[in-house]
């Protein structure tokens, strides 16, 4: 998604409530909402709020996937493109059947929340998926005999903090190079990164939207390692050169499931190198949101830090020699660089 969501807007929310479903299929079917909810400026605020910050923080660029069978990659484009006059009550209520349709028993009750929204004059629609916290239900009230949701319980009971899972889709339409139009969206889910596996996180990037991420793990933990590894290479004091060299293997060894860029930045650089670091990744098309980390192709890179110098010296060592001590780099006299290694001695021999 090229365009800055910052500006976004909210237009009007409509809110599905989805119970859990066994895996053989059992279950008491979703309570639609048949008209939209009231929306107030404080509602408004809030659902822009967590849209955003979900999204800014941790959301990855996706597009539909071809082929999928779920129906909304259609539903969503018919809809943004006015494909037809496709009506939005109508549209909300076939995302939320789909969703409780492709639940098994590991899914959680929640609320499902679309929201129509404006960013500049670019149309969209977010996508919520709330889980209620334990068996706590909200009840619909009645508009005009219709049954839709009070979007100040749906704030105060579900969209506190203490909801720990909360995913979020984001689709607009962008303007394609061809003069036409194109759906691009955005996705974030704070259960990817946390489970052991990733079949939960998966059911509602790949099932229920029908999508997949643009670029692979795989090559995004290899250009982001490449792209710190040639910013490390400007740096000129050799010391701070090694520990941030180190810093990046121990990121990328971790057993954390997800690389945080900003974060990196945060815990391992000096401040005087964090925004030039962030710039640097950003002019090399790498964003400094949150993406899943797949060190497949970068994998025996991992396991040791190599020093070469101009004649021809070289040094292999493990990540952790410098933090423990064994190894140290300095400046030295006529832009040389000195390595002092202190440790025991094991082994000589010619290679």
Same mark, same amino acid.
């Given at each position: 998604m090229r365009i800055d969501i910052r500006p976004l807007q909210v237009r009007r929310v409509i809110v599905h409530d989805v119970p859990s479903r066994t895996a053989s299929g059992y279950g008491q079917g979703v309570t639609y909402s048949k008209v939209?909810?009231?929306?107030? #400026? %404080?509602?408004?605020? +809030?659902? &822009?709020q967590r849209i955003i910050g979900s999204l800014e923080t941790a959301g990855f660029d996706v597009r539909? @996937? @071809? !082929? $999928?069978?779920? !129906?909304? !990659?259609?539903?969503?484009? $018919?809809y943004l493109t006015r494909q037809k006059d496709t009506d939005f009550v109508t549209m909300s209520q076939e995302l939320a059947r789909h969703l409780y349709e492709s639940q098994t028993g590991v899914n959680s009750p929640g609320m499902l929340c679309v929201v129509e929204i404006r960013i500049d004059t670019i149309r969209g629609l977010a996508i919520l998926k709330l889980n209620r916290e334990g068996a706590v239900r909200i009840e619909p009230i009645d508009h005009h005999g219709n049954p839709t949701y009070d979007l100040q319980l749906i704030r105060d009971l579900i969209l506190s903090e203490r909801n720990k899972v909360f995913k979020a889709g984001l689709f607009v339409v962008e303007p394609a190079s061809d003069s036409s139009s194109e759906v691009s969206g955005r996705?974030?889910?704070? %259960?990817r990164g946390y489970a052991p596996a990733t079949q939960v996180a998966d059911f509602f990037l790949k &099932?229920?939207?029908?999508? =997949?991420?643009i670029e692979s793990a795989q090559s995004i933990t290899k250009r982001f390692f490449d792209v710190t590894e040639d910013w490390i290479s400007t740096i000129s004091? !050799?010391?701070?050169? @090694? #520990? +941030? =060299?180190?810093a990046l293997l121990s990121e990328l060894n971790n057993e954390r499931v997800t690389v945080d860029p900003l974060n990196f930045a945060e815990t391992n650089l000096r401040s005087e190198h964090r925004q030039d670091f962030t710039e640097w990744l950003a002019e090399n098309e790498i964003a400094d949101r949150v993406f899943d980390k797949d060190t497949h192709l970068i994998r025996s890179r991992l396991r040791r830090i190599s020093i070469d110098f101009e004649s021809g010296v070289g040094v292999s060592l493990p990540p952790d020699a410098m933090e423990k001590g064994y190894v140290r780099l300095s400046e030295a006299s006529n832009a040389q660089t000195r390595m002092e290694i202190v440790d025991r001695l094991r082994n000589l021999r010619g290679r």
């Open positions: 939209e909810s009231d929306l107030s #400026q %404080q509602s408004s605020n +809030y659902f &822009r539909f @996937a @071809a !082929p $999928t069978s779920s !129906p909304v !990659p259609d539903l969503l484009s $018919t996705v974030s889910d704070n %259960q &099932r229920f939207l029908g999508c =997949e991420l004091d !050799p010391e701070l050169k @090694a #520990q +941030y =060299e180190a």
